[in-house]
């Protein structure tokens, strides 16, 4: 039995991963910063599929945090196989109206922590030969539209060039960019989702099928939805000014309040 990986494991395409790979028999690393949540989590990911799920109580905003879960990728005597790099938030409001702790409290966890736990366990998947990394980000990444565009950007542009250089190690990388997914992730952040149209939501549990299924083909990005594969396609071909205009004119009608 193999052992995967999933920071932001409680809830959202964190938790959907948890379940389909619990199902596949996989034994899980639960890491998230809700301890309550995560036994809750292991206990009925282990009575229903008879997987082992390891705890790990973390918060990647913080060194200590980040230092934890890439220890505990760096132990070659319990191995992980599969890395999910799924934690993450958004920040409610425009540029300038966020405050800059919380600004670089998302780069930290978005960038540093995805940079300092793929590295962490590419490394050590790399001495076995084998292994596998999902670096969560955004179809966001593909449109000028703020600091949590430009950081999922970032998560695209470091796996793309990271499953290069390890290309022919054994090791595969791939960056997920789904669109809007049906989660906590709004909720959170304060955000309203009443004026988002239902034709551009994505189920969870959809989302991580198609992107197991990416990784399986070796792909390095996966946007597992046709609709938004158009839309992306239709992005990389218009002007960046045109671009920047239109997403600032859709962000404002279509994105959270």
């Known amino acids: 039995m193999t052992t ?16 389909r790979l619990a199902s596949d028999g996989h034994n899980l690393v639960l890491v998230a910063r809700d301890k309550k949540r995560l036994g809750e989590q292991a206990t009925e990911l282990h009575d229903r599929h008879g997987i082992e799920a390891e705890v790990l109580t973390a918060d ?3 060194d200590e945090g ?10 070659r005597k319990n191995a992980v196989d599969l890395l999910i790099n799924n934690a993450g938030f958004g920040n409610k ?29 590419a490394e050590s998947m790399r001495a076995r030969g084998r292994g596998g990394v999902v670096n969560v980000a955004s179809t966001a ?37 789904p669109g809007f997914v049906r ?13 988002i149209p239902n034709w551009m939501w994505l189920d969870a549990d959809k989302v991580v099928a198609a ?13 597992p939805d046709p609709r938004y594969k158009a839309l992306m396609g239709v992005a990389k071909v218009t002007p960046r000014a045109l671009l920047s205009g239109i997403s600032s004119k859709t962000g404002r009608k279509y994105g959270p309040k």
């Open 211 to 223: 992107a197991l299924a990416d990784l399986a083909r070796g792909k390095s990005l996966s946007i």
């Open 141 to 177: 990444a593909f449109v000028p539209r703020g600091t949590y565009g430009a950081s999922k950007a970032w998560v695209v542009q470091f796996t793309q060039g990271v499953a290069k250089d390890l290309s022919g190690s054994g090791v595969r990388l791939m960056a997920l960019c």
């Open 4 to 19: 995967a990986l999933i920071t932001g494991s409680t809830a959202g395409i964190g938790a959907a991963f948890a379940r």
């Open 60 to 62: 990647l905003a913080t």
């Open 183 to 195: 989660t906590e992730f709004h909720e959170r952040a304060g955000m309203g989702t009443d004026n």
């Open 66 to 75: 980040i230092e934890a879960v890439a220890a505990r990728l760096s132990d």
């Open 93 to 121: 409001g425009l540029y300038l109206d966020v405050p800059m702790a919380d600004e670089l409290k998302m780069l930290k966890v978005h960038c540093e922590a995805v940079l300092r736990l793929t590295s962490a366990a």
